[in-house]
């Protein structure tokens, strides 16, 4: 997809700062260091956009980017880095459960795990919420420059034993240095938005048909 349009909107901290334009959006969640930011900024080619930080567990909001005024980026803070206090990691996880539990705009999850190591236990814990949730979720293994293309099938068969993929739910690798896997993913997003814009139109219809005629 051509992006003409990226813009960072907010770092919001609860419901009440969401926007509410009713946008499509689309979570990042994954381990700090895991190059969250790094996607984002090659996905909306821009360079800086998402800021890198230095200091891992530092973002504690929900920071949403605006692409084309067609859909929001929404990045979750970071989770699995031990020097983040328990009551910061408290809090992020009260914020995190009523944002996938009732934001109706949240279309699926992009979770990202780093491709030279098998899944942490956060990341299985976290893929195995949404799955509880009934969240959609497409597995992006960054890094993928790190490692010979020819060992890139063997990484991905571990990912997906460990996260014990299910569904439609399918594992794309990426690379933030070479681009490798951006135009797949921005495929795969717009095939999960047009796919759920037909069930929604088919639910509509359906409503319609079985409501009484007015007389």
């Excluded at 797949?184 to 079985?210: C, S, V």
Aim: charged share 30%.
């Amino acid at each position: 997809m051509k992006v003409t349009s990226a813009e960072f909107i907010i770092s919001a901290v609860g419901p009440k700062q969401y926007p509410m334009d009713g946008l499509h959006e689309i979570a990042l969640v994954g381990r700090s260091n895991v190059g969250k930011s790094s996607l984002l900024n090659k996905m909306m080619n821009r360079k800086g956009l998402a800021r890198i930080s230095s200091r891992p567990g530092k973002t504690q909001t929900l920071n949403y980017f605006r692409v084309n005024q067609m859909l929001y980026f929404v990045d979750f803070p970071g989770y699995g880095y031990a020097k983040v206090a328990k009551t910061i990691k408290e809090q992020w996880g009260k914020m995190i459960e009523g944002y996938l539990k009732n934001r109706k705009e949240l279309r699926f999850i992009i979770q990202l795990v780093d491709i030279r190591h098998a899944p942490s236990k956060d990341d299985i814990a976290m893929y195995d919420w949404c799955k509880q949730i009934g969240i959609p979720t497409v597995v992006v293994a960054t890094k993928g420059d790190k490692i010979a293309r020819g060992r890139w099938l063997q990484h991905t068969k571990v990912i997906r034993q460990s996260l014990n993929l299910r569904g439609d739910d399918t594992i794309i690798v990426f690379s933030s240095e070479t681009g490798q896997g951006k135009d797949e993913l921005w495929a795969e997003i717009m095939r999960r938005i047009r796919a759920g814009e037909e069930i929604a139109r088919e639910t509509d219809a359906k409503a319609e048909e079985t409501a009484p005629a007015n007389e």
